[in-house]
């Protein structure tokens, strides 16, 4: 128990640690701990001793380390438990959140985070959420040093941080980056955990109160700096991924126009235009995309239809959402690349004066995004609060990733872990 004045008793302590993402991050975590030069003392947190010890036996198991059944402590905390919260915090340097969908249960952990003077950081793909808890909390996590950084894992940490290391590594001015995101499977196929799923039929169906939400910041636009970027369409052929793509619809282009906006608020940095698309693949594909698509957006819209999409996600999706999430065989086989295409002005150009003269292509990859790459992420985004925090912004607050981490040794960090940045 830490007292006050006192250390807190653990530099990790990993909440929703018998989730399923929660269990891989536990793993992830385990991984670091043993090959770090210090000791890095953590525990698993949630709402059931049992189900804890049940994901440390696993991971003891998947990992070769008994010891993990033994010598990891086990806090008890719940959501629906104020107190619990405060006092898990208390304990904390820095709170892994893995309990989602993080709008219905993301704040009291922010909010018992803020309070308490643990470092809060997240896996959340939900731009509601995380640019609510920015609205609510960012004066107070201020004030108390307290570093709320979202969207550490798969979303949005390959995206944020592949514009920046586009920018660092363009001689000039960087303008403008478009980031195309394709995913491969093995034999065995893959699926997502519909956990992803849910948030994303809430979040559908929340939309217009995220619209007024970001009426609330009163922000003035970006200023465009040279050509303006080009939206593409719904569904288009891409000549950069070779298939057809659409407009990627996770957190990544709101997260990085608010990483865009820091930095150049923050340190009068020129902000970069983005534009984010997925691949569908050929022409099956598409067709597949069209009919769930068509589903999704009619079903969203009434309580009804919602609870239908909840209740089976694997038909609604044609198998690419499940319950039971995909199998470790499923994930050995699975990569995703983010191909990332910018364009500037070489130095000593003017970007108000006529078009971009440069261009740039860098790449982002690594292993199975949600369950593999997310943990590598996150982890990596704790360890790098824990061991650079001079690094950090110089006041706390909610943060993106970018903005957290751009001063920071983050992305070689991730080159060492698995995920890759490399200019092509």
């Not at 099956?284 to 698509?293: C, N, P």
């Amino acid at each position: 128990m830490a007292e006050s004045g006192s250390q807190p008793r653990y530099h990790f302590i990993i909440f929703g640690a018998s989730g399923f993402t929660g269990r891989f991050v536990l793993e992830e975590v385990a991984r670091c701990a043993g090959e770090a030069r210090e000791e890095l003392r953590w525990a698993a947190a949630g709402r059931s001793r049992a189900r804890l010890e049940t994901a440390l036996t696993q991971a003891a198991e998947a990992l070769g380390k008994p010891e993990l059944k033994t010598e990891v402590d086990i806090i008890v905390a719940d959501v629906d438990d104020p107190e619990s919260l405060a006092e898990m915090c208390k304990q904390a340097v820095i709170v892994l959140n893995c309990v989602g969908p993080y709008r219905f249960y993301g704040e009291p952990v922010v909010k018992a985070c803020v309070e308490n003077g643990a470092h809060c950081i997240d896996i959340s793909g939900e731009p509601q959420f995380l640019e609510s808890m920015q609205l609510n909390y960012d004066s107070q996590a201020a004030e108390k040093g307290v570093y709320v950084v979202g969207s550490c894992g798969f979303d949005s940490i390959p995206a944020d941080m592949g514009v920046l290391y586009t920018r660092d590594q363009f001689k000039g001015t960087l303008t403008a980056v478009e980031s195309f995101l394709t995913a491969s499977m093995g034999p065995e196929g893959g699926c997502i955990h519909d956990g992803t799923w849910q948030s994303a039929v809430y979040g559908l169906a929340d939309s217009d109160k995220l619209r007024s939400l970001r009426k609330k910041f009163s922000h003035k636009p970006l200023p465009v700096v040279g050509t303006r970027i080009k939206r593409r369409g719904a569904l288009f052929y891409s000549d950069e991924i070779q298939q057809y793509a659409v407009p990627f619809m996770g957190a990544d282009p709101s997260v990085v126009k608010r990483t865009q906006r820091f930095l150049s608020e923050e340190h009068q940095e020129s902000p970069v235009q983005y534009g984010a698309y997925a691949g569908v693949g050929g022409v099956s594909s598409v067709m597949k995309l069209l009919f769930a698509g068509l589903m999704f957006f009619l079903l969203v819209k009434f309580s009804f239809g919602r609870k239908l999409l909840i209740k089976f996600p694997e038909f609604f999706s044609f198998g690419f959402f499940s319950k039971e999430g995909p199998t470790r065989k499923q994930m050995e086989g699975s990569s995703f690349r983010f191909a990332f295409y910018g364009e500037g002005y070489t130095e000593g150009q003017d970007p108000s004066q006529g078009k971009p003269n440069a261009k740039i292509r860098t790449l982002v990859q690594g292993p199975e995004a949600g369950y593999v790459a997310t943990p590598i992420a996150m982890v990596q985004a704790a360890i790098t609060i824990l061991n650079e925090p001079d690094s950090l912004p110089e006041k706390g607050g909610v943060y993106t990733p970018g903005a957290a981490f751009a001063k920071t040794t983050l992305i070689d960090r991730l080159n060492k872990h698995g995920i890759q940045f490399s200019v092509l």
